[in-house]
């Protein structure tokens, strides 16, 4: 099956052809080429993969003797050849056989890489002796030069190994008449150099043949990504195989993805054997001992086989195996991406710049950004010599341009401060109205349009429309100078609509990424800043607050809000917020921000307070707004506030601490009788003084603290848990999704003796102020753990999630007591699952980042809680090590309320993916949110609809809800 004249390979006419050169330089290659009289030419004989003919071989031998007037000289060449470069792969094969000896004993198993017309047979071998007897095949002429080069091959092994060359007695030659060549060869142990191991490392030919088998992976890769048809990289991928696997002939078999036809290509087989070889290799049969056959496989497919074939009275070389594989491999991989360039290519005829402008605009996240990507690339994609994207402004009713490229200066201020005016442009309205691609030229354009091409030295341009769900984002341009317009525009369109799908997609991704952002800064309820945004404006005002310039924070706390949400129910107690915000906003003196804290608080900042008595002015402002009552769902509501006011003269201060007085004033104010103001007095720097008000309003609790130092050891506490629920759409139309339960997440209860069981609210804060927290924390840990040890499971184990408060996460015992409560209950670090929620205090605390590393060392997963309200933020995300969020049942509340919800909890299920994170979505009450959640792409759940939390751990089996319409 392997063609004729496939007798010696490549290797060796490129090694005599090489050291000619090496010798006598370029004239005397030249001469040898002359004199051997061969058929092949230069680049035939140098190319490694290539076979010819013994009679080549020894004609070049001939010619080699002749030219450099050496007789000797094949015996040269064979001893060089690892300094040459003898093929890499064979060197590193020999060197990893350990000894002279061991390389021997395989030697006659290699020859065939060479040569198919002799056969070498070991007679016998010992430490440092062996003796070969070395036959040509019937009907081939021995040549004592062909013998001389295989004497220098032989004596060179132990170089290889850092040792002086063997030493070769040859007695018996079959130029003189003997049956064969007896080759008896003696080497030493010896190293012949004093440093042996350094020359090894330094240059030794192990390390040349390495770099010279990376080289040849590295161009490969590079090769075949630049290729640009599937058949040209199919025969890139047989001709590297043949290169580094050394055999007279190379199959590669693939079958074509979409046509599931046979692509072959081959190296060294007569065309007629072809079909049924390449059948028979696809089909997975053995071939034989002769042929070494791999998988072309990648991780999304099977390709077909890679085959390197023997002549059939030989084994192929086991040992090439590795090699091909990896080289299979290699090739795999690099075929995916050419297919994957070759479909879209079918499909839709983009082009390379295409992939590289989608590829671009993955990384874009605002609109300005993706116009720029898009004008940038236009040009190279749609052969059009300037090119804009214009958003479509639909309250003005024109179009805006964003970006433009390929104009010069002058052209370019033209065109950003001209609007394309919709009333005015009726060739424009048609193409945009009919959402299509359309052409308009410079003769068909309405008088206003004209005159504005004619101004840019225009022919005409062609225009997509970017739509979302069938919203106008605005449009883009490729345009042509005058007299450049091609006369067939047909392929300009269709690339230029490929480009506009990428943008519409690119521009709505980064309205998407806009929402997020501005949500992650502002409340979604009431519109206003979050903590975020207001501690970030507090940070810089206090950063500018030079000599006497002061710097107030205000913090208002309704008087009973949960009063009105008790009785008037949710809505009523957001619809309330809502319009205590836009109070607040008409309190505001310019340059003041107000935020919403959370639940019912609110702060104001107020940056340049040139007196005290100002703050407390605002203060009474702020009061004086809740004076009138408010109308809620047609109800006159009395609501007061408490305000407390804290105030920073001079440099130097310090956002928490300025936060915490004005906290700690509103504190006194509720204590006093609510509906009205505490005052902290001034502070500067080192003033420790806290008004004492606030001081005595926290001892009045000191009843309920005894009580609560005390519940821990009198056993008070308990956890609560509350499913967490998977749900995954199901294999097929008719079973539905999928539930399981994934785990629960424990919550504090406090069976106090008198007051029955309280809800974290009623003791946590308390807890936290009197340093109990942690304690708290640390026994929920351990108390957890050992409950989801006794759950039941199914093949996944259930986790169980712990609520850590900050400083719970500071305790220097946590590490510990997460150990011994992982080894104690005897479960998989993977079931506990610890939630932390930012706070500043965090962030300020580098330590905390590598307390969440430890414990993710150790296998528990980090939860980030609430996640949404309060301090969270996106760049924050980034830089906590956490595995999954939580988002907060604010969200989830809002969902079925406005779209921007909607678009915002979509906004946050793409970014966990790109961050790569886990999502749980918590305070699921009704099955309307249960399906926009699963719409949006959340698969784990956690809320009433779920279940409750329960003082028992949570059923194995999902809640009954399977069947619900809303689910499918
Ligand atoms: P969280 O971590 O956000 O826990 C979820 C809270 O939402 C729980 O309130 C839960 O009962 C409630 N919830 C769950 N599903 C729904 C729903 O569908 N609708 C509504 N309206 N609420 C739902 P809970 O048990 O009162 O806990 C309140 C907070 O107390 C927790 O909020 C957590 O921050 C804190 N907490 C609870 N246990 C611990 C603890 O052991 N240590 C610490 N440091 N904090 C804890
Ligand atoms: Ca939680
Ligand atoms: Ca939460």
């Known amino acids: ?126 430490g440092s002796s062996a003796v070969f007897r070395y036959r040509l095949h019937d009907g081939y002429r021995h040549s004592r030069l062909d013998c001389l080069y295989a004497q220098g091959l032989m004596c060179v092994i132990p170089e290889i190994f850092g040792l002086p060359s063997a030493e070769m007695v040859h007695e018996e030659c079959e130029s003189d008449g003997a049956d064969a060549c007896i080759y008896r060869l003696r080497w030493t142990h010896r190293s012949r150099l004093p440093f042996r191991r350094r020359r090894v490392v330094a240059d030794g030919p192990e390390l040349l043949a390495l770099r010279g088998l990376l080289r040849t992976l590295q161009s490969t890769t590079a090769e075949l990504v630049g290729g640009h048809d599937l058949d040209t990289v199919l025969r890139r991928i047989t001709e590297r195989a043949a290169s580094a696997v050394v055999a007279p002939a190379h199959l590669l078999a693939v079958l074509d993805p979409e046509t599931g036809t046979p692509q072959i290509h081959s190296i060294g087989i007569a065309d007629e054997d072809l079909p049924t070889l390449a059948g028979r290799l696809l089909a997975g049969e053995d071939l034989g001992p002769h042929v070494v056959a791999v998988e072309v496989r990648s991780a999304r497919r099977l390709h077909g086989q890679l085959a390197a074939i023997y002549p059939s009275n030989q084994q192929g070389p086991e040992n090439e195996r590795p090699m091909l594989t990896a080289y299979a491999g290699h090739a795999a991989a690099a075929l995916d991406l050419v297919l994957a360039l070759e479909s879209s290519r079918r499909g839709e005829s983009r082009s390379a710049s295409l992939l590289e402008l989608a590829h671009r605009l993955r990384a874009a996240s605002d609109a300005q950004t993706v116009a720029e990507v898009v004008v940038a690339m236009l040009p190279q994609v749609v052969g059009c010599d300037s090119s804009s994207v214009r958003a479509w402004n639909p309250s003005a009713g024109h179009l805006e341009t964003l970006a433009s490229s390929g104009l010069d200066e002058r052209e370019r201020a033209l065109v950003q401060t001209t609007f394309i005016r919709a009333d005015e442009t009726p060739e424009l309205v048609d193409v945009l109205t009919r959402h299509e691609t359309g052409i308009i030229t410079v003769d068909d354009a309405t008088p206003s349009l004209r005159a504005w091409l004619i101004e840019l030295d225009l022919d005409g341009f062609a225009v997509a429309p970017l739509l979302a769900d069938q919203t106008m984002l605005g449009v883009a341009t490729a345009a042509w100078r005058t007299g450049q317009m091609p006369t067939n525009t047909e392929e300009a369109l269709v690339r230029l609509r490929g480009v506009g799908e990428y943008a519409a997609t690119a521009l709505q991704n980064a309205r998407l990424w806009d929402t997020v952002r501005h949500q992650s800064l502002h409340d979604a309820l009431t519109g206003l800043p979050n903590r975020v945004l207001l501690t970030r404006t507090l940070e810089r005002a206090l950063a500018d607050a030079t000599g006497d310039g002061g710097v107030a924070v205000l913090y208002c706390d309704l008087d009973q809000f949960k009063h009105v949400n008790d009785s008037s129910g949710h809505p009523a107690g957001d619809e309330l917020l809502r319009q205590v915000a836009a109070r607040l906003l008409g309190v505001l003196r310019p340059g003041d921000m107000v935020g919403r804290l959370s639940g019912d608080e609110f702060a104001l900042v107020l940056p340049g307070v040139p007196d005290p008595l100002v703050a407390t002015g605002v203060a009474e402002r702020v009061l004086r707004c809740f004076a009138e009552p408010f109308r809620i769902e047609g109800q006159r509501m009395r609501v007061t506030t408490s305000v407390g006011v804290a105030v920073h003269v001079g440099s130097g201060g310090r956002v928490d601490q300025l936060l915490r007085d004005a906290d700690a004033g509103m504190y006194a104010a509720k204590q006093r009788g609510r509906n009205q103001f505490g005052f902290l007095p001034c502070r500067d720097d080192d003033a420790g003084s806290v008004d004492t008000a606030a001081f005595r309003a926290r001892t009045d609790a000191s009843e309920l603290e005894q009580e609560l130092r005390r519940a821990l050891s009198r056993n008070e506490l308990r956890l609560f848990f509350q499913p967490v629920v998977e749900i995954n759409d199901g294999a097929g139309e008719t079973t539905g999704p999928e539930m399981r339960l994934a785990g629960a997440e424990a919550l504090l209860r406090w069976e106090h003796p008198r007051l029955g069981t309280l809800a974290p609210e009623a003791f946590l804060t308390l807890a936290e102020e009197v340093g109990l927290i942690s304690d708290f924390d640390l026994w929920a840990v351990a108390e957890a753990c050992y409950a989801v040890a006794g759950w039941p499971s199914d093949e996944k184990l259930p986790h169980v999630a712990v609520n850590l408060s900050s400083a719970a996460l500071l305790d220097p015992r946590l590490y510990d007591v997460v150990r011994s409560a992982l080894s104690d209950a005897d479960i998989a670090p993977e079931q506990l699952h610890l939630e932390v929620v930012e706070s500043r205090a965090l962030l300020d605390v580098p330590v905390v980042v590598e307390r969440l590393n430890e414990l993710r060392r150790l296998g528990v997963s980090i939860s980030l809680d609430d996640f949404g309200t309060g301090y969270s933020t996106l760049a924050w995300l980034q830089r906590l090590p956490v595995d999954r969020i939580k988002v907060d049942r604010t969200f989830t509340a809002e969902l079925g309320r406005s779209a921007s919800a909607q678009a915002l909890v979509r906004g946050i299920f793409a970014l966990a993916a790109e961050l790569g994170v886990g999502v749980v979505a918590e305070g699921v009450e009704t099955t309307e949110q249960l399906t926009e959640l699963r719409r949006a792409g959340c698969r784990l759940f956690q809320g009433y609809l779920l279940g409750r939390p329960e003082p028992r751990m949570p059923a194995l089996a999902p809640p009954p809800l399977a069947g619900h319409p809303s689910l499918h």
Request: proline fraction near 5%; charge should be negative.
């Open 1 to 126: 099956m392997v063609t004729g004249e496939r007798e010696t390979s490549g290797v060796t006419t490129q090694l005599i052809l090489t050291y000619v050169r090496e010798r006598g330089g370029e004239a005397a290659l030249q001469d040898l080429l002359v004199r051997a009289e061969v058929p092949e030419t230069r680049d035939e004989l140098l190319d490694e993969t290539r076979w010819t003919s013994y009679t080549t071989r020894i004609r070049l031998f001939e010619a080699a003797v002749a030219v450099l007037d050496d007789p000797r000289c094949p015996y040269e060449m064979g001893a060089v050849a690892l300094r040459l470069g003898l093929h890499h792969s064979l060197v590193l094969v020999l060197r990893a056989l350990g000894s002279p000896r061991q390389v021997y004993r395989q030697l006659p198993r290699s020859v065939p890489k060479f040569s198919t017309t002799s056969t070498m047979e070991l007679v016998e071998c010992g």
